[in-house]
């Protein structure tokens, strides 16, 4: 990889809720990459098999978990301050994940004050050099394949945010009328995230380098699939596609931006090690894809091993996703400085990928029964 000026090899890192799809990977990586790595997680005992697997992959001595439990160590000084002893990055991945959110005041005002207790003790150490907080796709937009649009690190999803305003109001709720606004609540939550953590940084102004993530759907290998990890997060709706379920959900889901989750990782560790890299907005859109996309590649590789009663029902075909990207060339730069070389993992590739760990974790559940 290129040299990394912010961070030297070796230094330790703290990665926020690091058993999930998107962190475990962002550990992974940084190990890859040569770094040590801390990571919080709720449940010590269940999290094991990170430090088994990394012990084993890594050497004994790269990896440690921390347990970060309860709303009350989460949004207070102490945990953070004895987390971030020794610290000289942090990729704060840890953050909403309840998509059925509906009131984005208070869900913002239950969640940011744990956001914003991890920027105070960052900033309380003068060792931290870089800070990368985890944003999404759709903080800048609303899919929708019908428009074409630009999405530039000026763009915000103003439109989700108008959305749930009036989501607010009840007395008229567009995210339940159309499903196109079926997740903008949860959409305009994220945004909302995000923005803040610029405005703290320009309010505070810390030493170190700020960056954010914004990351498409995630797929691709999951670390421990047969293990507590299993097919979690936006990987294991590859499975409901496998499987028939969820379906309404599915079939109402835009066509937008998917990234494989090594991708991910990887951009992390650009985000924390690269000199050049501050006050980045990095996209992490790898290639365009929609459900139904999905569901034609696994029919085409799987024909009747598809798991859906009454044979292969097709999900909704709702177009093809028009925005241009251009960060994703700054990306895919990014990437080709920790020996991407081949630039982003196109949907083929991941989603292959995705399928070995869900057909792991099958196979597991038939041994075990």
Not at 102 to 115: I, Q
Not at 199 to 215: D, I, M, S, Y
Request: overall charge negative; proline content about 4%.
């Amino acid at each position: 990889m290129a040299n990394p000026n912010t961070l030297p090899l070796d230094s330790l890192i703290l990665v926020t809720a690091a058993n999930g799809l998107i962190a475990s990977h962002v550990a992974d990586q940084l190990l890859a990459a040569g770094y040590r790595v801390r990571g919080t997680v709720r449940d010590l005992a269940k999290c094991q098999w990170m430090t088994s697997l990394f012990d084993e992959t890594y050497g004994p001595g790269k990896f440690e978990l921390v347990r970060v439990s309860t709303r009350e160590e989460m949004t207070g000084p102490a945990l953070w301050d004895d987390a971030m002893r020794g610290v000289s990055g942090v990729a704060h991945v840890l953050g909403a994940v309840d998509m059925t959110v509906r009131d984005v005041d208070a869900s913002f005002a239950d969640e940011w004050p744990m956001h914003a207790a991890v920027l105070d003790a960052a900033k309380r150490c003068s060792h931290i050099r870089a800070f990368v907080f985890t944003s999404s796709a759709w903080a800048v937009y609303t899919p929708d394949a019908s428009i074409r649009q630009t999405l530039t690190a000026a763009s915000w999803n103003e439109e989700a945010l108008a959305v749930a305003a009036k989501a607010r109001t009840k007395t008229t709720d567009p995210s339940q009328d159309n499903p196109k606004y079926m997740l903008a609540p949860y959409m305009a939550l994220k945004t909302r995230l995000e923005q803040g953590f610029w405005q703290w940084v320009e309010r505070e102004r810390p030493a170190f380098a700020c960056n954010t993530v914004l990351l498409g759907t995630t797929m691709g290998q999951c670390l421990a699939p047969t293990g507590p990890q299993g097919v979690p997060s936006t990987a294991g709706m590859v499975r409901w596609v496998w499987d028939g379920t969820f379906r309404q959900v599915v079939d109402a889901m835009q066509p937008q931006w998917h990234v494989d989750a090594a991708d991910a990782g990887r951009l992390y560790v650009a985000a924390l090690t690269q000199d050049d890299v501050r006050g980045e907005r990095v996209f992490g859109f790898g290639d365009r894809f929609s459900w139904f996309q999905v569901h034609k590649l696994l029919s085409e590789w799987y024909g009747d091993s598809m798991k859906i009663e009454g044979g292969i029902v097709p999900v909704a075909y709702l177009g093809v996703d028009q925005t241009d990207v251009p960060g994703r060339e700054r990306g895919a730069e990014l990437l080709g400085r920790l020996g991407r070389t081949g630039g982003w993992t196109g949907l083929e590739e991941s989603l292959r990928a995705n399928m070995k760990s869900i057909f792991e974790l099958e196979k597991a559940l038939k041994e075990a029964d």
